[in-house]
């Protein structure tokens, strides 16, 4: 009788294979094959896995075992010392997101690496960080939250026109409100759901995962997830340098500005390769988090395209949400400014191609705009990069946590949170206390740390805030 104990003693390992084979003998068995063909047949299987053809009836399993039998990868061999990478804001960095960056300075791929002021521990690298590589990308450098971004649209009215009136700021408030939809799974029922072409585009197609991922993305389109995701109103100041960089004259107006990324799209294609980077670029312990693929590798082209994929929708999910608040408002935007961070893009930097991962840090190159935004209280910034090969054309992408969630709703009480708020006019829509403003640290500290990075050229001052709450510290 073949069973476990007889393929053990022919050289099969133990395990899940094992499983495989005695299923196919059962299989087999009913359709009248004996036990000596059965075992001539896995004895094929397991020592030539590769000459049997589709029409055999191992083939299916023949495929599992060169999967058993492919040799492990090398362990990457580590640099001794850490690569030196440039930090702004030393004084107000954890020592912990400092040692994340020395990590990720010992890989054998890494080109450079910078730290940013607003940067905190995070997963794999700190919040904040900078790293590329040469031929690599590591998919938990970019994140769970793939191209996660910001996006400003200013609209012709003058601000004093909306948030002079509570009447009009109340319409206001409902207009965020019914065009948004925030936290982890929220979607858009299907006869409400929003459009966009970024649903005709042809990579949807180009993986299993991906076509199976479109209807989420379409569903998904137009929402917002949990944590520091928000939709805010408020006055945008802009004076001669922003407004002429803006295409608009100086004044206050009417601006809306989000900050969300690729929902549930971005998060399954970021689980599934850091998974596959793990077999391909196995680590040493405590480094695991930092496993890349090659480019040339066909997992790492695949994750190649489903991060760009992913941040042209998550994009499109900031465009949906601007264009159906804009419809509301009757009013159509005079300017927009978007930009992203937690990606990878192919940059040329000291003369070498490489690949830039920047995790909670935003593209700064000369002339670029941006936007670096601050806390529910604190104000936000139109910003303009200015090229620093230092710290690879990269700034902060915002002013950065100074607390842990944990700590931020368990001691920073409600009603000093909300009185805080009120004393600066912000109207607090929904949120928890762990995204309350005493949970960051003061974004034009974080500006003046890093002024040969960007500069400011207009100012976004919250009066709503609408965000995830938590059921228990809303507002």
């Not at 362990?75 to 040692?99: N, Q, S, Y």
């Not at 206001?172 to 409100?177: H, M, S, T």
């Not at 939809?181 to 585009?201: M, N, P, Q, S």
């Not at 929902?263 to 496993?291: D, H, K, Q």
Request: hydrophobic share 40%; with cysteine.
């Amino acid at each position: 009788m073949i069973n476990g104990t007889t393929l053990l003693n022919r050289g099969w390992p133990a395990g899940p294979l094992i499983g495989d084979a005695l299923r196919l003998v059962k299989t087999l068995k009913r359709d009248g094959w004996n036990e000596p063909d059965l075992l001539a047949l896995l004895d094929a299987a397991w020592s030539a896995p590769d000459a049997l053809t589709a029409d055999s009836p191992a083939f299916a399993l023949a495929e599992v075992i060169r999967d058993v039998q492919r040799p492990a990868p090398p362990v990457p061999v580590l640099r001794d010392t850490p690569l030196d990478a440039p930090v702004w804001g030393r004084e107000i960095i954890d020592e912990g997101a400092l040692d994340q960056l020395n990590r990720a300075m010992r890989l054998p791929v890494t080109a450079g690496g910078a730290l940013m002021p607003d940067a905190h521990i995070g997963y794999g690298i700190p919040i904040g960080g900078v790293v590329a590589m040469e031929g690599a990308v590591a998919p938990y450098m970019v994140g769970v939250d793939i191209a996660c971004r910001m996006m400003l649209s200013v609209f012709p009215a003058p601000a004093s026109d909306v948030f002079g009136h509570v009447s009009r700021t109340d319409s206001l408030a409902r207009v965020l409100k019914d065009e948004t939809r925030f936290g982890i799974g929220a979607k858009f029922g299907l006869y409400e759901r929003r459009t966009h072409d970024v649903l005709d585009d042809p990579d949807w197609d180009a993986t299993k995962q991906l076509r199976g991922l479109k209807d989420k993305a379409h569903a998904q389109l137009g929402t917002s997830g949990t944590g520091n995701h928000f939709v805010d109103a408020g006055p945008l100041s802009v004076g001669d340098a922003g407004a002429a960089a803006l295409g608009i004259e100086p004044g206050t107006y009417l601006a809306v500005l989000t900050h969300s990324g690729s929902r549930g799209v971005g998060a399954t294609i970021a689980n599934t390769f850091s998974r596959l980077a793990r077999e391909v670029t196995p680590l040493p312990r405590g480094y695991e988090a930092l496993a890349w693929l090659p480019l040339d590798h066909p997992a790492g082209a695949e994750y190649w395209t489903s991060m760009n994929l992913a941040g042209r929708y998550a994009s499109a999910c900031h465009h949906v949400i601007h264009r159906h608040i804009a419809k509301r408002l009757g009013e159509r935007p005079i300017a927009q400014v978007e930009n992203h961070h937690n990606f990878a893009w192919l940059e040329t930097w000291q003369e070498r191609d490489v690949v830039v991962h920047r995790k909670g840090a935003t593209p700064a190159h000369a002339g670029v705009l941006g936007i670096v935004p601050g806390s529910q209280g604190h104000p936000s910034y139109v910003v303009r990069g200015l090229g620093s090969e230092r710290s690879i054309h990269s700034a902060s992408h915002g002013a950065g946590r100074q607390m842990s969630r944990k700590r931020a709703i368990h001691t920073i009480p409600k009603a000093e949170r909300d009185a805080w708020l009120r004393e600066r006019g912000v109207t607090l829509l929904a949120g928890g206390l762990d995204e309350a403003p005493q949970a960051y640290k003061d974004i034009n500290e974080v500006l003046a740390l890093q002024t040969d990075l960007i500069e400011p050229i207009a100012q976004f001052t919250p009066k709503l805030v609408l965000m995830a709450g938590d059921g228990k510290s809303e507002g």
